[in-house]
T-cell receptor
Framework: DAGITQSPRHKVTETGTPVTLRCHQT?????MYWYRQDPGHGLRLIHY???????DKGEVSDGYSVSRSKTEDFLLTLESATSSQTSVYFC??????????????FGPGTRLTVL | AQSVTQLGSHVSVSEGALVLLRCNYS??????LFWYVQYPNQGLQLLLK??????LVKGINGFEAEFKKSETSFHLTKPSAHMSDAAEYFC????????????FGAGTRLFVKA
């Protein structure tokens, strides 16, 4: 199994509070991704990173920010949590190599509930 | 723009029956196609991938998928379902164009009846 951990695994918070989710990898992969999973929507990309301090927005980035100060860590911050951000959040990694064709490896997920 | 459509949010089969999960894609350039599986309370795992080397792709756990360009399809099949195949399956497409983003379908939950 690819070495990807997410913390916390479960979190309940209140509307308006900031929340930070952490993804940590031990594979030294270049690309890291944050997705949210909601019923009927599959996985939707929030933000991704293509290197240290290099990040870009995905399709549902409003209300989220990210940071990557080290290769192994990718943080997702909800600046002011809203109930619509209740979801399961997955981190993924991939190495930009021809043979991998952008195959992604996923972490175990973080279940976030915003009350 | 890329897109993926999975036909049927739920599919139910009997143990030992054929499994067929449908996926159609839209892509302006030759795509890379993937099937991922998600077991309850876990992250996604790669089942198989199409990379243009062969149109019939074999994956883990007896699954296979056939790339049909004329039909823009990449359906997932398994000849004989097992109870352990019960999970959610996601079809995904990506292109080799800036950012290497992958678009996922909405998912199909497979139920296997004894």
């Amino acid at each position: 199994d690819a070495g990807i951990t997410q913390s916390p695994r479960h979190k309940v918070t209140e509307t308006g509070t900031p929340v930070t989710l952490r993804c940590h990898q031990t594979e030294n992969h270049r690309y890291m991704y944050w997705y949210r999973q909601d019923p009927g929507h599959g996985l939707r990309l929030i933000h991704y990173s293509y290197g240290v301090k290099d990040t870009d927005k995905g399709e549902v980035s409003d209300g989220y920010s990210v940071s990557r100060s080290k290769t192994e860590d990718f943080l997702l911050t909800l600046e002011s949590a809203t109930s619509s951000q209740t979801s399961v959040y997955f981190c993924a990694i991939s190495e930009l190599a021809v043979s991998s064709y952008n195959e992604q490896f996923f972490g175990p997920g973080t279940r976030l509930t915003v009350l | 723009a890329q897109s993926v459509t999975q036909l049927g949010s739920h599919v139910s089969v009997s143990e030992g029956a054929l499994v067929l999960l449908r996926c159609n894609y839209s892509s302006s350039v030759p795509p890379y196609l993937f099937w991922y599986v998600q077991y309850p309370n876990q992250g996604l795992q790669l089942l198989l991938k199409y990379t243009s080397a062969a149109t019939l792709v074999k994956g883990i756990n007896g699954f296979e998928a056939e790339f049909k360009k004329s039909e823009t399809s990449f359906h997932l099949t398994k000849p004989s379902a097992h109870m352990s195949d019960a999970a959610e399956y996601f079809c995904a497409v990506s292109q080799n164009t800036g950012g290497f983003k992958t678009i996922f379908g909405a998912g199909t939950r497979l139920f296997v009846k004894a």
